[in-house]
């Protein structure tokens, strides 16, 4: 069921509680600083969907400079960016704009709003009964099917790492599209794994290294 914060109205995504690792994504309708979104907008690209607590934080601002600045490389990857924070839209353009004049850098992708926290519970960033935004520090990584392919969620005092987001994205990609795994750190243009025997003949024809076996894409 779909979450509308115009309405008020929210409700559980997932009957066995928030999303997971290929779950679809909970819907929702909610303004944003561009205007309302809807996540299901999203179908057919990626998306990074990342939350934070609150405006006019330092560790949140850095994150947000960092990701409007590598905004160019996620598009590159058919990948959009979707910011959340449990602040009002008022607040969200006020932020924005001191972050423009501080930094120079243009937010060149959406902030939703999310006073009441109802895409923030839906999502699993809060505890049931949690009175504190805190453990709002979360990033989905969303396929274009809608699907959670990947979830990160960092302390307060953490900044987010945006190049590793960005390379959690390229290599999803790069599994996808072959059909393989990549290794520990892999980024573009590096080997990756062929997926193991799953047979004893398998395995025979694969030698000593049947369990590890690096190949080029």
Known sequence: MAIDI???????????GPPIIGDGAPNFRARTTMGPRTLSSYRGRWLVFFSHPADFTPV??????????????FQALDCDLLALSVDSLSSHLAW???????????????IVEDPAMGIARAYGMLPAG????????????????GIVRALVTYPLTVGRSVAE???????????????????EGWQPGEPVLANP??????????GTDWYYRLESV
């Not at 924005?96 to 243009?106: D, L, M």
């Not at 949690?130 to 274009?144: E, K, M």
């Open 130 to 145: 949690a009175a504190s935004s805190a453990t709002v520090r979360t990033t989905f990584v969303i396929d274009p099917e």
């Open 197 to 206: 025997p799953m047979t004893s003949e398998e395995i025979g024809d694969c």
């Open 60 to 73: 949140c601002t850095s994150e947000f400079v960092a990701f409007a600045r590598a905004h160019e490389a």
């Open 6 to 16: 115009d309405s008020g109205v929210t409700a559980a995504p997932h009957p066995a």
């Open 96 to 110: 924005q704009q001191s972050i423009e004049q501080r930094f120079g850098v243009r937010m060149p992708f959406p």
């Open 165 to 183: 987001i960005l390379r959690l994205v390229r290599a999803l990609q790069a599994s996808d599209a072959a059909d393989v795994s990549t290794p």
